[in-house]
């Protein structure tokens, strides 16, 4: 499976951006998916994320009530919404495919694609 973000750009803090994640190789909606992000010098950071059909999500704290993920398994893709940026969302940002709901971030994703940058100015 392979995997490609999409989306990222510069934006100023207070606004909302969508990311998208394109799923090819195989069907995305046999999996779980995830989205992460790492900011310079920092550990990577789970998000959130989604289960196979879309009917249950779950956030990290750090988003949780400005962030949306979706997904639309007709077009193999998966969406992040954020809103109300703030400077510390500056990141890149990546998508990975996991198996198990709720997901352990630590252990459960497996596949990653390429990030995307999301630089919030203040």
């Known amino acids: 499976v392979q995997l490609q973000a999409s989306g990222g750009g510069l934006v100023q803090a207070g606004d909302s951006l969508r990311l998208s994640c394109a799923v090819s190789g195989r069907t995305s909606r046999i999996y779980v998916m995830g989205w992460f992000r790492q900011a310079p010098g920092k550990e990577r950071e789970f998000v959130g994320g989604?289960?196979?059909?879309?009917?249950?999500?779950y956030y990290a704290d750090s988003v949780k009530g400005r962030t949306t993920i979706s997904r639309d398994n007709a077009r193999n893709t998966v969406y992040l919404q954020m809103n109300y940026l703030k400077a510390e969302d500056t990141a890149v940002y990546y998508c990975?495919?996991?198996?198990?709901?709720?997901?352990?971030?630590?252990?459960?994703?497996?596949?990653w694609g390429q990030g995307t940058l999301v630089t919030v100015s203040s």
């Open positions: 989604i289960n196979w059909s879309g009917s249950s999500t």
């Open positions: 990975a495919t996991g198996g198990a709901w709720p997901p352990n971030p630590s252990t459960d994703f497996r596949s």
